[in-house]
């Protein structure tokens, strides 16, 4: 199996050692505490459907099928997410054709809003804005995770670039376009977009039967891909880390391509949250959502000072290695992180999200302490050596993704 590359190697390259454990490890539980989110997420659509089942057991179901998916070869789970994605953007596509059929007036049955509904602009001040930003900025989280999957591909470097370069498009069509949509067929002021949610009210203004379950499946079909996704990338994290000395030697057991302890390893929390489905049904997801709080903050922030740096140095050493060149380096990495830091003051400021900022600091705290420890403790152990194992240049070459919402860059260092 390639040397998975992402977000924790990126980091543990352009920093020293507590900053490594701190940025791979962040990422590992982040991931791995999404992929109980998301089992949760999911077992409450089913349960909705099937109220006589317990939410446990389809939370455990879910964990069962992904984690045996994940331990198959990697050609299995590309099935899965291939059906996956084929539901999301066929769903997404279609309603993007009708919205702007009814926009346009030549729908039957519903008549064109016109440009009604996109007026007053901030009817209710700024403050709506600032909570749809906290809402909506994570939902970007994910796009960093493209390289853990780019190093088991024929051609990293050209399919990351190209999947950085269609990502872009894809962001303004399915996501802003279908916001476009709904705020153009749907009033600000409806009572359906907080009693049913945004989608639902649009796919009523269109006169669709049965929205809510509609998009009922879209979200169980979305968090069932993201759960698969976050298994397989959290076990390639994991195995990354241990070939870096970074982790217990046993994660990087690997057999027929696949790290066989790494994913088993990755879904632990996945099946301690079938424990905690159980235990505490009602508020278990509301905690875990407050345990995640703004880590993937913290992993933007760490791709792209280590982007800052690591591009300086390719520039100055190894220029034919820095295949596609960032525009506007490094302006663009430097307003990316002035973007990241108004979001944790404005999380700071709003007392739903406060609690997510402390939960996130203190993990990070954590993870920066156990970094010392270990610089510490290899400090010690390597006394006589000149090499400190450490900082050991990798056998694989080593693919850099830096990259948040509005910056990415892609290159090779020497092997």
């Keep these: 199996m390639a040397s998975p590359t992402g977000p924790g190697r990126s980091a543990s390259v352009g920093s ?7 940025s791979g490890w962040a990422f590992w539980v982040l991931l791995c505490t999404a992929v109980g989110l998301e089992g ?11 109220p006589g089942t317990p939410e446990w057991a389809w939370v455990a179901l879910f964990m069962v099928v992904f984690c045996a998916t994940n331990l198959a070869a990697v050609k299995k789970f590309g099935e899965f997410e291939f059906w996956f994605a084929a539901l999301k953007v066929g769903a997404i596509s279609l309603f993007l054709v009708l919205g702007v059929l009814a926009v346009a007036g030549v ?13 007053p602009l901030l009817p209710n001040g700024g403050e709506g804005l600032v909570i749809g930003l906290l809402a909506s900025v994570f939902a970007y989280g994910g796009l960093e995770t493209v390289t853990i999957a780019a190093a088991e591909s024929e051609n990293p470097v050209k399919g990351v670039a190209s999947a950085v370069r269609t990502a872009m498009w894809r962001i303004a069509l399915f996501c802003v376009g279908s916001m476009a949509v709904i705020v153009a067929l749907v009033p600000w002021d409806s009572p359906a977009v907080v009693e049913q949610g945004p989608y639902v009210a649009a796919l009523d203004r269109l006169g669709i ?20 996704a976050n298994i397989y990338g959290a076990s390639r994290i994991g ?31 996945g099946f301690l949250c079938v424990l905690l489905s159980y235990w505490r049904p009602d508020d278990v997801f509301s905690w875990l959502l407050n345990m995640i709080g703004a880590v993937i903050l913290v992993v933007w922030i760490f791709i792209a000072v280590s982007q800052l740096r690591l591009r300086r140095v390719l520039e100055r050493e190894a220029p034919q290695k820095l295949v596609v060149r960032m525009w506007a380096f490094p302006w663009l990495t430097w307003i990316a992180l002035a973007g990241m830091a108004a979001v944790f003051v404005l999380m700071a400021r709003e007392p739903d999200t406060r609690v997510q900022l402390y939960s996130t600091g203190g993990m990070t705290l954590l993870l920066a302490a156990a970094g010392y420890v270990r610089q ?13 194992p450490g900082n050991r240049t990798p056998r694989t070459p080593l693919l850099l993704l830096a990259c948040s919402c509005k910056q990415s860059a892609i290159s090779i260092l020497p092997p």
């Design 16 to 22: 020293r050692q507590s900053g490594r454990l701190r």
């Design 239 to 269: 195995y990354s880390l241990v070939r870096r000395g970074q982790g217990p030697k046993v994660l990087g057991l690997v057999s027929a391509g696949v790290p066989r302890v790494a994913v088993p390893a990755s879904s632990v929390f």
């Design 107 to 119: 729908l039957p049955g519903t008549g064109s809003p016109g440009t009604s509904n996109l007026t």
């Design 209 to 228: 039967p049965g929205a809510g379950q509609l998009m009922n499946v879209v979200v169980l079909v979305a968090l069932l891909s993201a759960m698969n």
């Design 40 to 50: 949760i997420g999911a077992a409450k659509i089913v349960t909705g459907w099937l």
């Design 376 to 388: 510490r403790a290899g400090a010690r152990s390597s006394q006589g050596s000149h090499t400190d």
